[in-house]
Every structure is written in structure tokens, then in C-alpha cells.
């Protein structure tokens, strides 16, 4: 059992890496724009604040090595998105971006860290981390709630990418059938809701997906990117 759920969690960490570079195209054109346009920093900060809570929890957490790495790595990736945020942004935009990392990715991440090592300990210090990390993921499922309505809404597909919503069942289904098989239960069930809501979102994907679009591509890929860093994968992953 324990290869079964090490060869799974490296499965789920190889998905996860691909999930966390998944923006880097719109980050380049960014880059070469020298504008970060319409793209908004709130889902790259959240997502930095959700992979620094998860490496917190996998170093805490015994056995939880993998949770660790791969999110580890996601701090670096997240990191380098908001400080391009904070290069290229305008003026009124960057102070926002700099307020939301110094309140969510420094104050909240410094104060969950003081409070966990200082009041608890034991699992009662796992079970707060625990429940900080899934708490937060589910905050996070409102991006593919809100895509799944507007699909409804438009009876089209165009907000909502087939690749995001396959890395959401792929990301969701893989890691909830870790955390079954090493009984995580703060792991399980934001990904088990994340797998549920990938199953749907295909299945919306089926129905809608010979609908006309309606909206221009721009549009679409900065809704398509924005969604992709709100959503779990990205994160609850672990």
C-alpha cells in the first residue's frame, strides 16, 4: 500500500507541476507587452497564500514529503507570477497586488505559522493546518462554480477551456485517490469536490460544446488563465 500510494502521489505531483506552469503563456505575453493589460493578481497571491500553507502542512505532517515538494515548487512559480504582477502592473494596480501579498502571503502565512507552532501541538497543530489548507481551497472552488453558471447561462463553452476543466477532474481525481490511500482526510475532501466538479464541468463540456462562441478569444484566455490559478489544482492538490 504505501508504493501504491507513493507511485499515485508522484503521479499527482508531476500534474501539479504542469498545473502550476500552465500560466506562463499569458506571463510572457505580459512580458513582452510589458503590461499585465486585464489580468488581475488576485488568483496568482491566493494561490501563492493556499502552495505555502500546503508546504507548511506536508512539512508538518509526517509522511507528507510529496505534499511538501510539489508545493514547495509552487511557491517558487506563484512568486516569480506576482513579482512580474508587481514589474509590470500600473501604478494602481501594483499597490493593490503589494497590499493583497503583504496582508494573505505575509501577514495571514506568518500569523497561521505563529499561532500553529506556538498554542498546538501534535495533531491538534496538524488538524488546524489541515483544515486552514482545505478551508481555503474550497473558498477557491467559486472560479469553476461561477464558469459552470455562465455556461448554463450562455449555453457556451467558450468561458470555460476544456483544459481547464480535464486538469481539474485529472488534478482533483488523482490526488483525493492519494489522500484515500494514506488517509487524509484535508487532502481528500477539497480534492474529492474538485474531482466532482471537473466530472461536471466535462459533462458540461459535452453538452455545450457546439454552441457558438460570443465572446472575443482575448477575453477568453484572460478568463481561461484567471480561472486556472483560482482553482484547486493547482492547490488543493496536495
Known amino acids: 500500500m504505501a508504493e501504491l500510494s507513493f507511485f499515485v502521489g508522484v503521479i499527482g505531483n508531476v500534474i501539479s507541476v504542469l498545473v502550476f ?11 513582452k507587452h510589458r503590461s499585465t493589460e486585464d ?22 505532517k509526517p ?5 511538501a515538494t510539489v508545493n514547495g515548487f509552487g511557491i517558487i512559480v506563484e512568486a516569480v507570477y506576482v513579482v512580474l504582477f508587481l514589474i509590470y502592473a500600473p501604478q494602481k494596480r501594483r499597490i493593490k497586488t503589494g497590499i493583497l501579498v503583504g496582508i494573505l502571503d505575509v501577514g495571514f502565512l506568518a500569523v ?8 498546538l501541538k501534535g495533531e491538534t ?17 467559486g472560479s469553476p462554480l461561477a464558469a459552470m453558471k455562465t455556461v ?18 485529472l488534478n482533483g481525481g488523482i490526488w483525493a485517490f492519494y489522500a484515500l490511500l494514506v488517509k487524509d482526510y484535508f487532502l481528500g475532501i477539497p480534492n474529492g469536490t474538485g474531482f466532482l466538479l471537473g466530472t461536471a464541468q466535462l459533462l458540461l463540456y459535452a ?5 457558438k462562441p460570443k465572446a472575443s478569444n482575448n477575453i477568453t484566455e484572460g478568463l ?3 480561472g486556472l490559478q483560482k482553482e484547486p489544482l493547482i492547490s488543493s492538490l496536495h
Open 125 to 141: 497543530q496538524i488538524d488546524a493546518i489541515g483544515f486552514m489548507c482545505a478551508g481555503l481551497n474550497i473558498i477557491m472552488y
Open 63 to 67: 509522511g507528507g514529503l510529496l505534499i
Open 224 to 226: 481561461m488563465e484567471e
Open 21 to 31: 506552469l500552465s500560466p506562463i503563456k499569458t506571463f510572457r505575453r505580459i512580458i
Open 112 to 119: 497561521a505559522i505563529l499561532v500553529t507552532q506556538l498554542a
Open 152 to 169: 448554463v447561462t450562455t449555453k457556451s463553452v467558450e468561458y470555460m477551456p476544456f483544459f481547464l476543466s480535464f486538469f481539474l477532474f
Open 39 to 60: 489580468f488581475e493578481s488576485l488568483p496568482y497571491v491566493c494561490t501563492l497564500l493556499n502552495s505555502s500553507l500546503w508546504t507548511y502542512y506536508g512539512i508538518t
Open 207 to 211: 453538452i455545450y460544446r457546439n454552441a
